[in-house]
């Protein structure tokens, strides 16, 4: 398999997995806070990542390691606390679809931190995609009345992590294997989230009941596949393709997401699936290269 049909490959399967996260983040919470969710699915993600990649950090030279922590803090850290929150304020579906502004934010990234040069279809792309985003959140907050719509925020924050994140495993990590810059990435992170699991008194107050026990199913799940296995797979198409073609796994994202999201009782209008249509033409315009 050449590296075009490899990079096409974890395309499909990123966005197989990281669309049913979504789901599973809002299945787990019926169990878990936004924080013990974020928090476990860090350590469960560390602990399985360091028994298999353990060897692959020797890959890791000193000059890597702020780089490393960087990718870590900005990609990881951050982004699975504010993604638990936002599913706990609106639907699964409509968070995945908002995290489809990930390739908006990567291009302003790339302009404004890392001088890529930018042509006029790719800022008309982005105003286009920020409309398609206005319409989603207030038709959404319309149709949802009993759902906190100023949780958007918190994907977008999200987003602007994730965008860094592949930037900067472009530029500085590109010398190093996918698994050594993840396996880097959890090592850093299993001591603070450790930390901030213990803050809220799981270890304490955890009751292993069938509802809680379902929720650490779920996660589990997540932490694994969407989490360690999926980051592996990312950080290879970051290596063979585009920083901006590794970001456009959000095109297939919602799509899973949305069907999953229906399957589970979520409503989407009409006019929402319309946004979520001219946020994608957004993100085509801002990766189409003519």
Not at 122 to 127: H, K, N, P
Not at 166 to 188: C, E, P
Not at 211 to 230: E, F, H, N, Q, R
Not at 259 to 288: H, P, R, S, T
Request: hydrophobic fraction near 55%; charged fraction near 10%; include cysteine.
């Amino acid at each position: 398999m050449n590296n075009q049909q490899k990079k096409w490959l974890y395309l499909v399967l990123l966005s197989l997995v990281w669309g049913s996260s979504f789901i599973l983040m809002k299945k787990a919470l019926i169990g878990l806070t936004p924080v013990q969710l974020g928090a476990l699915r860090i350590l469960i993600a560390g602990f399985f990542l360091l028994m298999i990649g353990f060897k692959s950090l020797k890959e890791i030279r000193k000059r890597h390691y702020k780089y490393i922590l960087y990718t870590a803090l900005l990609g990881t850290f951050f982004p699975v606390f504010l993604f638990a929150f936002a599913v706990s304020g609106i639907d699964s579906s409509i968070t995945a679809i908002l995290n489809s502004l990930t390739p908006f934010n990567t291009f302003i990234v790339g302009v404004l931190v890392f001088g890529f040069s930018f042509k006029k279809q790719q800022f008309l792309g982005i105003i286009i995609g920020l409309i398609g985003t206005l319409l989603l959140i207030l038709k959404g907050a319309d149709l949802n009345p009993n759902q906190n719509y100023w949780f958007s925020i918190l994907v977008v924050i999200g987003s602007v992590g994730y965008a860094f994140n592949v930037n900067i495993v472009k530029r500085y990590l590109h010398d190093i294997s996918a698994l050594s810059i993840v396996t880097g990435n959890f090592l850093l992170l299993v001591i603070p989230a450790f930390i901030v699991l213990a803050c809220t008194d799981f270890f304490s107050t955890f009751e292993y009941t069938e509802t809680k026990m379902t929720a650490l199913g779920y996660l589990t799940i997540l932490a694994i596949l969407g989490t360690g296995v999926a980051k592996v797979f990312y950080n290879k198409m970051v290596h063979l393709a585009s920083p901006i073609f590794a970001s456009s796994v959000t095109y297939l994202i919602p799509i899973v997401a949305v069907f999953w999201g229906i399957l589970d009782g979520e409503k989407l209008d009409l006019l929402q699936f319309f946004a979520a249509i001219i946020i994608m033409f957004g993100v085509y315009l801002v990766n189409k290269k003519k």
